[in-house]
């Protein structure tokens, strides 16, 4: 098992900025990559960006690319998700997600708020 613990959600107007963090512990190491989902009220849950634990490689959602920057400190087990240029169809509950290798599972964190006014 992956225990995650996310952090640094919050209200901030349009055009402003907001860090997330996700704490994992337990089982970790097998983490293949962590990463980022989202859900907005009324709508599925919908992939973000993720980070490839061991080689660093990223990956983002066409919608954040250019605004938000996805990174980790391994010493630390932490995935960071550095969001700028906010919107206010950036408003959702984010969830970290981490993906392990054998066994192939996904872990999920329990949600931070963001809400970004216009």
């Known amino acids: 098992q992956v225990q995650l613990v996310e952090s640094g959600g919050g209200s901030v107007q349009a055009g402003g900025s907001l860090r997330l963090s996700c704490a994992a512990s337990?089982?970790?190491?097998?983490?293949?990559?962590m990463g980022w989902f989202r859900q907005a009220p009324g709508k599925e849950r919908e992939f973000v960006a993720h980070?490839?634990?061991?080689?660093?490689?990223?990956v983002y959602a066409d919608s954040v690319k250019g605004r938000f920057t996805i990174s980790r400190d391994i010493a630390k087990n932490t995935v960071y998700l550095s969001m700028s240029s906010l919107k206010p169809e950036d408003t959702a509950d984010y969830y970290c997600?981490?993906?392990?290798?054998?066994?192939?599972?996904?872990?999920w964190g329990q949600g931070t708020q963001v809400t970004v006014s216009s």
């Open positions: 997600n981490v993906r392990t290798l054998a066994p192939s599972t996904n872990f």
């Open positions: 337990g089982r970790t190491a097998n983490m293949y990559a």
């Open positions: 980070i490839v634990w061991s080689l660093g490689g990223t």
